[in-house]
């Protein structure tokens, strides 16, 4: 069973680079999420594709933040010029139109140090 | 922005026990689920609630969708060590336009052999 990949797993920067995390969804899933989880919280939402299109974006993703998802396949998340408190786990979330609402499979998240 | 307040923060119970934990909000959700994360991992879907009033079972969790759509409760009965986790309720409301999630803090739940 494939589910949704997620990759690097962990990654330790210093403030100010950039960092990029990649998602591979489930194949046939059409939608595609992005949400960031801190320490003692629940995930929030960052963005949403539907096949290549990114239909909404929280206030949370600010202009450092950049999602794509190129060919409505894998989708990548690019922090610029990060910061202490970009630390977090990254969720990637991946639903299909067949199933309900609010059924998101996650990958395992890409945990960001900041330094 | 939208909230939801989810307790008990944590418990701590003995094997066997059952446990009760509930997610409130000022706002009115059409849709409830309930999560369970473990260390290092995403969440994973336990139950999803599409109405109100809804009682939901799945194995030895049961789920009911509050009458008021600003509630929901999650039951564990016969807990067993495996239970421990990081318990996650969450709400959707945009009517199945883009399935956007709100979350609860979590319920961290720990189970004692």
């Known amino acids: 069973d494939t589910g949704v990949s997620q990759d690097p797993r962990h990654k330790i920067t210093k403030r100010g680079q950039n960092v990029t995390f990649r998602c591979d969804p489930i194949?046939?899933?059409?939608?595609l999420y992005w949400y960031r989880q801190t320490l003692g919280q629940g995930p929030e939402f960052l963005t949403y594709?539907?096949?290549?299109?990114?239909?909404?974006k929280s206030r949370l993703l600010s202009d450092r933040f950049s999602a794509e998802r190129p060919k409505g396949s894998f989708s990548t998340l690019e922090i610029q010029r990060t910061e202490q408190g970009d630390s977090a786990m990254y969720l990637c979330?991946?639903?299909?139109?067949?199933?309900?609402?609010?059924?998101?499979?996650f990958g395992e998240g890409s945990r960001l140090t900041v330094l | 922005g939208q909230q939801l307040n989810q307790s008990p923060q944590s418990m701590f119970i003995q094997e066997g026990e059952d446990v009760s934990m509930n997610c409130t909000s000022s706002s009115i959700f059409n849709t409830w689920l309930w999560y369970k994360q473990d260390p290092g991992e995403g969440p994973v879907l336990l139950i999803a609630?599409?109405?109100?009033?809804e009682l939901t079972s799945n194995g030895r969790l049961t789920a009911q969708f509050g009458i008021t759509r600003k509630d929901s409760f999650l039951n564990i009965s016969a807990s067993i060590p495996s239970d421990v986790g990081i318990y996650f309720c969450a709400g959707e409301n945009s009517g199945g336009s883009n399935y956007k999630l709100t979350f609860g803090k979590g319920t961290l739940l720990t189970v004692n052999p």
């Open positions: 609630l599409y109405k109100a009033g």
């Open positions: 194949s046939e899933h059409n939608r």
């Open positions: 979330a991946s639903s299909a139109r067949s199933r309900g609402i609010g059924e998101l499979f």
């Open positions: 594709f539907q096949n290549e299109a990114q239909l909404e």
